[in-house]
């Protein structure tokens, strides 16, 4: 029978099933909701004909606060309670890696708010792009530090100091500058600003939070993501050095993300639902082939078929065209994926 929406008699949790969402494109449109997306969370929340109400998560690529901000965030964008116990950010599972490295740089996002992501994630001594300009402003010829920045960033000696891992949390706000300072370190001695290695081999490695070429914003066409900057960073490093330089990226489609969401989601539904059972399908909802569907397709097989990708047409992927990476289904959007999968569970 289709499933409708409404109040329903009574409600109880099912153990069979459950949900994983993609964020931008899917859920909201440059901060906004997608209209669809309010029904679909009530109707997962028990409003449905069943009466059921059915867990679920949020995997997103996207980041540059901490969790527990960004769930306050989107509880107010979505209507309902979202806790970070259902939550992982692209940078979330870079927190393993805080205690491999000592002084780190960390880029992108809005002011410190990165810093002080990596700092809760437990990483030692984290540097921002901002402390290196503070320390010798002519690192970026034309990015000058604002009053606030200034104040908030931390004066330094850099000729001392080895920076041992690069990590992007968010969209860089300032390309030039980032760029030339990531380009700098990759190209340097062990990491020490100020020198140049002989053979290009030596400089810090770099990790992505993501992947995403481009992602769906508040504008109708797609915009230039961290996989761009990715993409123009390997290019210039080529050009000047004529070597390759080795990045990796976390998030989605990689494998380990969804391992990451498959330990949170069985945790997720143990605590708040008193379920200890492994559901027999996740349906992800996606709106990027690149990164949800290939991810979900790739981890589906390992995870004895229990996996099942849905993608939806409100964002990077638009009608017409042939998805690169084929999904379980296609529906116009969220909504639609959620009547999807319960109508196929009954
Ligand atoms: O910067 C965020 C974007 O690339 C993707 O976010 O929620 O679609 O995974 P999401
Ligand atoms: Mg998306």
Redesign the pocket.
Known sequence: APIISGTPFRSTTTDKYAYAF?????L?RGGRPIPEALEAMRMLNGQNSYGIKIPYIF?????GKTEQDRCIQLSQQLEIEVSPGQFIC?HTPMREMAATYGTVLVVGGEGEKCRLVAEGYGFKDVVTPGDIIKDNPDTTPFRKLTGEEHNDSRLRDFSKVDIEAIFVF??SRDWAGDQQIILDLLMSENGRLGTRSKTFEDGPPVFFS?N?VV??ASHDLTRL???ALRLSLEAMFKAITGKDVYTTAF??PQIRTFQFATRLLQQWRKDTHGIDSPPDTVYFV???PE??ILGTNEFNKQSKNTWYSILVRT??YQEGTKPKFTPNATVDNVLGAVKHGMEREY
């Open positions: 993609d964020i931008d494109g899917v909201l995997v997103t690529n996207g980041g692209g968010a969209d993501h995403d992602w769906s993501g961290m996989g998030g989605k996606g709106d990027t990164s949800d964002g990077v």
